[in-house]
């Protein structure tokens, strides 16, 4: 596939799904990896582990993405722990399914905060960084749904 040894990795959302699946990922290409989740402290426990098997070293950090500080913690949380960040996977998402016409403001605002303005939030943060040292990668994960919406029945 590809080397990332010595390249270190920050994932939103690591603790399952997809998040969980891309850290173990990159951890068998030679990744060290944090990554945050919401609250589930076990599974991110898990994540760890499994990622610590591979022989690479992994962090786990509970963040709220709706929290610009709480992300701005983040950053520095992980970069501390691992020297620098190289990649940068923004994956945290929710999906709040109601009609239109039924979505209130807050849900709404919860939605944007955590999917797109998150994403923006910590890509500036790695932007800085990354600029820096002439090097780094942001992916941006997103849901097919972002391509077509869906009916609700």
């Known amino acids: 596939m590809f080397n990332l040894t010595d390249k270190t990795a920050l994932i939103t959302g690591g603790s399952r799904g997809i998040g969980a699946a891309t850290a173990l990922a990159l951890a068998m290409q030679g990744a060290d990896v944090a990554f ?5 402290e076990a599974a991110a426990d898990e994540v ?9 070293r992994a962090f786990a950090f509970a963040a709220d993405a709706r929290d610009g500080e709480a992300l701005k913690e983040l950053w520095k949380g992980s970069e501390t722990a691992l020297g620098k960040i190289d990649i940068l996977v923004n994956n945290a998402g929710i999906v709040k399914t109601s009609f239109l016409a039924m979505t209130g403001d807050a849900s709404w605002d919860e939605t944007f905060d955590v999917n797109l303005k998150a994403a923006f939030r910590l890509s500036k943060l790695a932007a800085k960084s990354m600029n820096r040292r002439k090097w780094g990668r942001i992916i941006n994960v997103s849901s097919q749904a972002a391509q077509m919406g869906d009916v609700m029945r």
């Not at 945050?36 to 589930?40: A, V």
């Not at 760890?48 to 690479?56: F, I, M, P, Q, T």
């Open 48 to 56: 760890v582990a499994s990622v610590e098997k591979l022989g690479r």
């Open 36 to 40: 945050s989740y919401q609250s589930n």
